[in-house]
């Protein structure tokens, strides 16, 4: 298995501009996560689905759209890029079970380090 | 409000030797409790995941403690490599609603 994979793992983008930042896991995982990581920071939560076709704000979904057309892939897309965008963003996965308490371990991918100027 | 705290904010010790690293955490209603490792320019990876009614967990050399009551966890690093230099993060989910909230981490660099 690759596990989770992102491309592209470095972009450079100007204000206004809009990129995809790809995500694909191997693990058939029902719960797939987008978050993003400042200096000096934990990660924060943009947006979360919890299966193909379902998706749900995190904490910081401003900027950011998803989608979730398939099980293995979660694209996240900023429209217009703008400077506080700069950041590490990370995607991962998590296999959720119905036995009614969560234990699911998220297994992240290697992160694309996207600046904004 | 939910919140993860860890200290120290960065810790440098010799190669070999051991160290403890702290977590303290408000979320409510708490689900579980885990520690990532994750090393420069990577994905935090999993070390150890804990419930309510766990109190210490192992995975080699990284032993992870959890006090449900006092609302603190610690992860034990025996015999450090200089590999095990990396942020550790603590990371706390609630039950019910989906909250996972990340804490800022702890920068550890071991030294030769």
């Known amino acids: 298995n690759a596990g989770v994979t992102q491309t592209p793992k470095f972009r450079i983008l100007k204000i206004g501009q809009s990129m995809t930042l790809q995500c694909t896991q191997d693990m058939n995982h029902n719960y797939m996560y987008w978050y993003r990581q400042d200096p000096g920071m934990g990660l924060k939560l943009i947006y979360y689905?919890?299966?193909?076709?379902?998706?749900d704000k995190g904490e910081v979904p401003n900027g950011y759209n998803v989608s979730r057309s398939t099980t293995e892939d979660f694209p996240l897309r900023l429209e217009l890029a703008a400077p506080s965008q700069t950041s590490v963003y990370f995607c991962a996965s998590s296999y959720y079970g119905t036995s009614g308490t969560s234990t699911d371990t998220q297994y992240f991918g290697p992160g694309t380090r996207l600046t904004v100027l | 409000k939910n919140q993860v705290e860890q200290s120290p904010q960065s810790l440098i010790i010799l190669e070999g030797k051991n160290c403890t690293l702290q977590c303290n955490y408000t979320v409510s209603p708490f689900s579980n409790l885990r520690w990532y490792k994750q090393d420069t320019g990577r994905g935090p990876v999993s070390l150890t995941i804990m419930t309510f009614s766990e109190n210490t967990k192992s995975n080699g050399r990284y032993t992870a403690t959890l006090d449900a009551d006092t609302k603190q966890s610690s992860l034990h690093i025996t015999a450090s490599q200089l590999s095990d230099s990396a942020s550790y993060i603590c990371v706390v989910t609630n039950t019910g609603g989906f909250k996972t909230i990340f804490g800022a981490g702890t920068r550890l660099f071991v030294k030769a």
């Open positions: 689905s919890v299966g193909a076709g379902i998706t």
